[in-house]
Nanobody, 121 residues
């Protein structure tokens, strides 16, 4: 069983900063491939924010490229994202997603429960 535990998020005024983090764990051998963040605003579809691939490449949405920084630890089971110059359009539930390989399941996508990021004017 793979678990993703998210932390961070919260409420901030426009122009402020927040960070979110996610840790992957499992009860046995596992390898985390891609890992990163998606978000879903009310009434909108879930969208990619930023993700780090298994070989260290970063893919991010154009809307956040110069404001959000995603990073991953050497063990590749933790991912964090620093969000600067937040604006109300960034308000959403942010979900951690990880593609995880185990001997029993092969590669499977897992999602965290989501953490709220709210940006006020």
């Amino acid at each position: 069983q793979v678990h993703l535990v998210e932390s961070g998020g919260g409420l901030v005024q426009a122009g402020g900063s927040l960070s979110v983090s996610c840790v992957a764990s499992a009860g046995s051998l596992f390898v985390v491939n891609d890992m990163g963040w998606y978000r879903q605003a009310p009434g909108k579809e879930r969208e990619l924010v930023a993700i780090v691939t298994g070989d260290g490449r970063v893919n991010s949405a154009d809307s956040v490229k110069d404001r959000f920084t995603i990073s991953r630890d050497g063990g590749k089971t933790n991912v964090s994202m620093q969000m600067n110059r937040l604006n109300p359009e960034d308000t959403a539930v942010y979900y951690c997603r990880a593609n995880v390989w185990t001997p029993a399941t092969g590669s499977v996508d897992y999602w965290g429960q989501g953490t709220q990021v709210s940006v006020s004017l």
